[in-house]
């Protein structure tokens, strides 16, 4: 009997030991085989090019070709294009880089679209717009004198932020050319990656992240050619008697006592700040809170919500008539407060699906992805989505 209890503590160790010994095999093997998988995706991961200046008349140009960084220098004072590589369908023709929008923004336009948070959706976008034929079939701009404006956040989230990113600075050039304008405007998701929030960037960013050594905030630092691009562009814009921003803003806004110039001046100046240390500052605590033109939801919320007797004093104070907004996703482009506000994120961010706000000889329409004109619907608490 001794003898019996003597074997029994000597085989439970035994078979713990053997226990411990085929789950380490198993963690093993299950590693093994997890890491072809990775290494498969960053073999078919294609980027770029990202464009970084050496000095004002040099610049490195990257590109992520099939997992592989490629990298060419190029003499600016010789080529302004950034050549087609890899993934990149045609060559890129580089602004000049001192060029930038004006900040007291005011504009007029006979014919107008408006849509925002594409969020790396490039095939939706590219179909909508070709749908209203602000794009042709070759990606370039046939809106004429027209105006398209991006009402922010165009970055985070999908996997095609950089197609995007060239494909509206190229139709940037293209429209002015013709007689037309691109408003890009700023959105929290964009000011986010600037000051190195990147919570929200799609894990392809974080592989584009370790194969070129860098954060993604770098990618666009004020020394790159997007980054600068970035920074040129504001986050209001009047448009006729429409006043564009991403989110919208609080009747408290007022109490700023500020020009549209000078808001747009203080956001293009705060760019790439710890968000610790703009949140120390009060009136940027203001700008980038939750009142704020980036992130206010009060039209369509209850915290922070707003009156329609308040709106309609804000919209007369701000000299215009309607306040074309997004940021709060909807399964389409509404209306709200008797058409003083319009909605426009459409919830592209799904890459199902989304609709333009569209204006031509005082007249608002809401553009479907097949092409259809539509009036403008007006919201209703079944229509809401998702923030």
């Not at 003898?3 to 000597?10: E, F, G």
Request: proline content about 3%; glycine content about 6%; charged content about 20%.
């Amino acid at each position: 009997m001794a003898m019996r209890r003597a074997i029994v503590p000597l085989l439970l160790i035994a078979l713990a030991t053997v226990t411990y010994l085929l789950l380490l095999q198993l963690f093993t093997m299950l590693e093994a085989e997890a890491a072809p998988v990775e290494d498969l995706r960053l073999l078919q991961l294609q980027d770029g090019p990202y464009a970084r200046y050496l000095t004002e008349d040099a610049l490195q140009v990257s590109w992520i070709c099939r997992g592989s960084v490629q990298q060419q220098q190029l003499n600016l004072a010789q080529t302004n294009q950034i050549p087609a590589r890899c993934a990149q369908s045609e060559a890129v023709m580089l602004h000049d880089k001192n060029s930038a929008d004006s900040l007291d923004i005011k504009f007029s336009a006979p014919r107008v679209a408006i849509f925002s948070d594409l969020h790396g959706q490039y095939q939706v976008t590219v179909q909508l717009l070709q749908a209203h034929q602000i794009l042709d079939s070759e990606l370039n701009w046939s809106f004429g004198d027209g105006h398209l404006v991006l009402a922010g956040d165009l970055m985070d989230r999908g996997d095609k932020v950089t197609e995007l990113l060239w494909l509206f600075y190229r139709l940037d050039q293209q429209a002015q050319a013709a007689g037309g304008r691109l408003h890009l405007l700023l959105g929290n998701h964009e000011t986010m990656v600037l000051y190195n929030d990147l919570r929200y960037i799609h894990p392809k960013y974080r592989q584009v992240e370790q194969l070129l050594g860098v954060s993604y905030s770098e990618l666009f630092n004020d020394d790159t050619v997007l980054g600068r691009w970035l920074r040129s562009k504001p986050v209001l814009v009047q448009l006729n008697d429409m006043l564009i921003m991403h989110a919208g803003v609080h009747p408290d806004y007022l109490a700023l006592g500020m020009s549209r110039q000078e808001v747009n001046e203080a956001y293009r100046q705060s760019l790439g700040i710890p968000r610790a240390e703009l949140m120390e500052q009060p009136l940027l605590a203001f700008l980038y809170g939750r009142l704020g033109p980036l992130w206010f939801r009060g039209y369509f919320r209850e915290r922070d919500a707003v009156t329609a007797a308040q709106v309609e004093d804000l919209v007369q104070r701000l000299g215009v008539h309607h306040l074309v907004v997004g940021h709060t996703s909807m399964d389409g482009v509404y209306q709200h407060f008797d058409g003083r506000v319009y909605s426009v994120d459409s919830n592209i961010k799904r890459g199902e699906s989304g609709e333009l706000l569209l204006w031509q000889e005082g007249q608002f329409y809401r553009g479907t992805m097949t092409g259809e004109r539509l009036p403008v619907p007006v919201f209703s608490a079944v229509a809401e989505v998702e923030e």
